[in-house]
């Protein structure tokens, strides 16, 4: 396998062919020191507080091994970007202006919330600069928005929706760098390439896996690692999720929850050991436990049962997030920013079924998640449901005349609306139908 020690000593002839050939630079990659992949959530960054647990789990963990940061928005931003686009192409710039204000105050808050008082002014003045920035070129998008028909998946719109990962992975780097963390800022407009399909942009795996080895500012990362034994302490590349660009240069995003899919995508592009996805929860559930607080705790999955969980509407993870690392078999583990000894969720090609013996017996599924439908209905989707689920299944679509459908991601129950579902009161009242109630049934 070629290595750069192999190469030495270095001459002009040696290094140009070396660099000529890109399956050179990363078999090199893959002979250093492996490092993870963290990736927070908005979830895991909405106020000062969050950020004060992510960098004590960065502090904590990257002297032991090295850390490539991808971060989400702050909280809700991209959210409240959607509203912007769109007030933008009814021609509402005085709302635009509004709505990005707001966001922009957030990101100053926590960051001045972050550091200590006597160092606010320097910081203030840097925010206050890329914040303007931004703010500006906003604006220009917001205008050119006017009556576009299709707002949220169009250029601009995705230039727009960017801004909450920019705004939020360069101020999250200086301030990183403030509390005594050296890193890097690294702009995944730069690496992230992909199709033109605004809105939810399919990546491009093998121009990624070229930006990611050739890209300057991770040229010392690389190096670094290289170092045996390690010699200096490495800086920690930080980048934004959910953005990228097509190759002919426009923005693009890689849809709701694309940051997961930023962080898999640059595992795979650098051989990472593993990727650790931080949220708000212990990692992956039987359901939602915003709406079954009692969902119980998985402690490991396969990859396909992690993306069918995901298809079948589990806003945990992308559906996309586990194709990248699939080949080279890297683990994703799922874990709680504010739980830091919960041991979360291990996706890999196999599951440890001996993990699940607390109610592995009673089973009747691995996991459900529910969707809402464009007619207002939804979804309920089992996951790999066995016999005796499929026979429960059947039962109730039988006696009140539901639809049940079987499909590779395991079996769907056509219901109300999600919202009668959560609340448990549905017209039929004989309907056994809270999800609540479901899930203790299959999840006793
Ligand atoms: P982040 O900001 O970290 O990306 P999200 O809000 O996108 O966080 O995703 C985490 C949320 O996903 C949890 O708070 C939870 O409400 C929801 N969720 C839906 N289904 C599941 C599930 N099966 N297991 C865990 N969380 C789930
Ligand atoms: N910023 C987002 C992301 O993490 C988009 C979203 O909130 O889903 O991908
Ligand atoms: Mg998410």
Redesign the pocket.
Known sequence: MPNLRDLKPFNDDSIYSFLQNSDAIVSVIHSFRRHTLVK??????ASSNAWQHVFDHIRRSHHNQPLIVVV?AVGKTTRALVGCVHHAAQGRLDEVEQGLNEIWATHKLIALECIQPEEWTALEDWVDHLLSKLHQEAMQMAKELLNHPSPVCSAHGDAILSLGERATSQIFQKVLENVGVPSVWVDAREVIMTDESFGAAKPNRAKIKDAMTQHHSLSSFWATLQEQPPKREIPVPVLGGFMGRSLSGSPTTLGF?G??LTATLLAEASNAERVT?????N?????????VPN?KH?PTLTYDEAED?ALG?????HPQTLVPVVEQSIPVH?RN?FQPDHPGTIIGPQRDSSAHTPFVKEWKAV???VTNQADDSSVLTFLHATPDGQSQLRQWSEAYALQLDVDVHGWHLHLPPLAALKSGQNSDSSLPLSLQAIHDIFFP
Do not use: H, K, Y
């Open positions: 927070f959530g908005g979830s895991s960054l989400s929850e940051s997961d996805i931080f949220t708000d929860v990692g992956i559930m039987t359901t939602d436990p915003r709406i969902a998985i969980l509407g589990a806003r945990v993870l799922v920013t996991a459900m998640a």
